[in-house]
């Protein structure tokens, strides 16, 4: 069978620690598969607000996540510190790519990537990615 393999080549951008909670547990006792994509999507939201975004508003448009891929790599337990690096690339006319590298001090657990499209939800359609966000994710 084959595996996703997630390549990341630029830098990352901003980091954060978000603490394994009780409800992220599965019956197996350790971090739910499912629990992962909330916790990127806490990330996320916490990266968008470093660089003064939301998903509301990313200079002045929305940001959709188009797709999903995470690859999972060790066991993450309760009371575990997560620490997720970000950063983005691939940038297209209206859409990019943001890695996940979330880790603790002595393992990787995961890898993960979403992809994002601006959106402008008056006009109901796709729309260009502003130069903005553009030069805020690539530059720093």
């Given amino acids: 069978m084959a595996r996703i393999k997630l390549q990341f080549t630029s830098e990352f951008l901003f980091s954060t620690t978000i603490p394994v ?15 992962v994509l909330s916790i990127i999507h ?16 990313l200079a002045g448009v929305s ?8 690859e999972y790599k060790n066991q993450a337990f309760y009371g575990d510190e997560l620490i997720i690096e970000i950063g983005v690339q691939d940038f297209e006319r209206v859409s990019f790519d943001i890695f996940y590298r979330i ?5 990787l657990i995961a890898q993960a990537k979403t992809g994002i499209v601006t959106f402008d939800y008056h006009k109901n359609k796709v729309v260009a990615i502003p130069d903005e966000v553009q030069k805020k994710f690539k530059l720093m």
């Fill in 21 to 35: 909670r009780i409800t992220d547990l599965n019956y197996g006792n350790h971090l739910a598969n499912d629990k």
């Fill in 42 to 57: 806490e990330a996320r939201m916490q990266f968008f607000n470093h660089f003064g975004f939301s998903e509301m508003d």
């Fill in 63 to 70: 940001s959709i996540m188009a797709d999903v891929a995470i």
């Fill in 103 to 107: 880790s603790t001090s002595e393992k």
